[in-house]
């Protein structure tokens, strides 16, 4: 769920924000030593890629849809640092561009998508062995924390009770996670089968 | 193909389209911190003043600068639907005031409707130039362009796929779907690779080595 414009409070905001700048900060130096010229175009296409995966939700029956956030996929593909940027410039381009999630609320959009859909679903995939249940395990858990943070940032800005509000994100947040390590592990497999050089270039 | 939907207002001609996006970008934002951040500071007395005084500058704005209104509104009016459960959710708990409820409603809705007149009267590539000046690194604006520049021919591909879906697999549900859903992911990840080593090399040709200006 991309937060809004006006649902957090000052402190909330500002909290959220500082957080996101620091890991941004802190990855732009990391990838900026290592980066080859040739993956710069490279990251635009794929900061596309996420934005429009993002856009286009698909339905799972029953009148849900999800969509993914492509996190955990370009954490694996280029590295959780490299993947997080992606991800700031897709959700600050789905902001401007698609009023997908608030400019102010980015903050909080960034931290709870994007810092731990790479660094905490990455961790969780290198950590676990065998790759089919680390990816779903990476999914759900990394869904968890989001959805606890998410909860946390709206019950401290006193728009919804810490229970109502982890109850809801939980659910929003438990099935995309679970969607998300699947379809990552589809992906990941497709590609084997397809182009395997592209993954054996990466690694 | 039909793409210039992401900013297509931007280029009318109109008193605030004339202004330097500089200025456009920094009343932009001090409005928003204004409504998101500040809004006390509007109320003399009365949380329900504050919000309309905003709404009413919003739609001045609006006015002089001659982009459709059913535009500006329907397009904001996409967050109601959350503003709307929040404030139902809180209405059974009896939580918040009406003044409160109001005020969340219309926070949300204002704060699209200002981002909305800054996108539809400043260019995306003027945004970035701006941003780039004020200093913003020159990896994430390369990154935003590369972006923006993509985002349309992704877009006819994905159309194509989605048509090739709904004539092969309309009829397909389930674990199924989500493995043909999938395999679209796919091939558009394996095209944004490919094309991306054509791109490089097309620019390394030109004299590009990670900086486009």
Redesign the interface.
Known sequence: MHI????LS?PV?LGTIGVSVTALTYS?KK??QT?K??Q??????????V???QL?S????VGTSVH?TGAL?LSILLGPRAGF??M???L??L?????HG???SLGANLLNMGLVGCFVGYGFYRLIPGERWSLIIAGVGSGIISAILCALELAAS????MS?ALKTMMLIYGVTGL?EG??TL??LD??RK??PE?LDQLS | MNHAF??RYARLKSPIHNLKSSQKLLSA?SM??L???GLPLLNFGNALFGILLYGFWLLMIAIISRIPLTFLFS??A??LP??AL?VI??FY?G?FEFDQMIV?LF??????FT??L??STTA?ND?LKQLSQWGM?R??I??????????FL??DE?EALERAVQMRHSSV??WK???V???I??V???H??E???N??QA??MRG???DLS
């Open positions: 809004p414009d006006g649902f000052t905001t732009f990838v900026n980066i010229p040739e710069i175009p490279l990251m635009g296409l794929l900061a596309s890629f934005f429009m995966i286009f698909f339905p799972i029956g993914l996929l940027i992606i700031a410039v897709s600050l381009a902001s401007l561009l698609f009023q608030g400019i102010f006193n728009m919804l009770e109502v969607i699947t379809i589809l992906i497709f590609l397809i182009k592209l | 992401i900013d934002f928003l911190a409504l998101l951040l397009r904001s996409l967050v959350f503003s929040i959710v809180n708990s939580n969340t926070k949300s809705f204002f704060s699209v981002l909305l800054l996108t995306f945004i690194p990896l994430l390369t990154i935003l362009a590369f972006m923006y520049r993509y985002f992704l877009l994905i549900t389930g779907r989500i493995k859903y999938s395999n992911i796919g558009l990840l394996i944004s690779f094309r991306a080593e791109v490089y620019m390394q590009f080595s990670g």
